[in-house]
T-cell receptor
Framework: AQKVTQAQTEISVVEKEDVTLDCVYE???????LFWYKQPPSGELVFLIR??????QNEISGRYSWNFQKSTSSFNFTITASQVVDSAVYFC??????????????FGAGTQVVVTP | GAGVSQSPRYKVAKRGQDVALRCDPI?????LFWYQQALGQGPEFLTY????????KSGLPSDRFFAERPEGSVSTLKIQRTQQEDSAVYLC??????????????FGDGTRLSIL
């Protein structure tokens, strides 16, 4: 069963608009981490942010911010004032703390972000 | 280099051939992971090494897939008797410690495998 759902397949915006990417996850663990990665056309997955299950404080880092809500199992990610270089596929990933899940990141299907000038 | 290096970047093979994909992790990284990424999908876990020990191979699709990391650094993913459904991008990642579940994994550019 899919544990990470990214319902948005593609989002197209004009430069300087904000983009919010949705991520819903499923786990029975009380201890877990959530990640956002960016995959530009070159193919390399680039780590963006990480949040653990015990810290629901939402933060801002530069143009990136995230909204983590355990009550709804959501971990949404926002790019403020988008730029053309933000065009990429963005993946949400879940890492559970149980022994048999050790190191096994579970990724969503990704959301393609297209930023046009 | 400073990042995870994978080779070859592209590999084309005929159905039934054996292929070997190489991963050079970031120097000193203890943990190494292999993922398979089908077109338009997110990466799917294949296997995990801690140093030379293969701690989890639950994601390997069949016994045609074999991975090794004999000296705890470079890793090779081998696919025997390739089939068309093996066509995908194979991603390697590494992380510095043994706490793989909470540390960000650093990915290479991947090897795009096409089986004709």
């Amino acid at each position: 069963a899919q544990k990470v759902t990214q319902a948005q397949t593609e989002i197209s915006v004009v430069e300087k608009e904000d983009v919010t990417l949705d991520c819903v996850y499923e786990t029975r663990d009380t201890t877990y981490y959530l990640f956002w990665y960016k995959q530009p056309p070159s193919g390399e997955l680039v780590f963006l942010i990480r949040r653990n299950s015990f810290d629901e404080q939402n933060e801002i880092s530069g143009r990136y911010s995230w909204n983590f809500q355990k009550s709804t199992s959501s971990f949404n990610f926002t790019i403020t004032a988008s730029q053309v270089v933000d065009s990429a596929v963005y993946f949400c990933a879940l890492s559970e703390g149980t022994t048999d899940s050790w190191g096994k990141f579970q990724f969503g299907a990704g959301t393609q972000v297209v930023v046009t000038p | 280099g400073a990042g995870v290096s994978q080779s070859p970047r592209y590999k084309v093979a005929k159905r039934g051939q054996d292929v070997a994909l190489r991963c050079d992790p970031i120097s000193g990284h203890v943990s190494l992971f292999w993922y398979q990424q089908a077109l338009g999908q997110g990466p799917e876990f294949l296997t995990y090494f801690q140093n030379e020990a293969q701690l989890d191979k639950s994601g390997l699709p069949s016994d045609r897939f074999f991975a090794e990391r004999p000296e705890g650094s470079v890793s090779t993913l081998k696919i025997q008797r390739t089939q068309q459904e093996d066509s995908a991008v194979y991603l390697c990642a590494s992380s510095p410690g043994t706490g793989g579940w909470h540390q960000p994994q650093h990915f290479g550019d991947g090897t795009r495998l096409s089986i004709l």
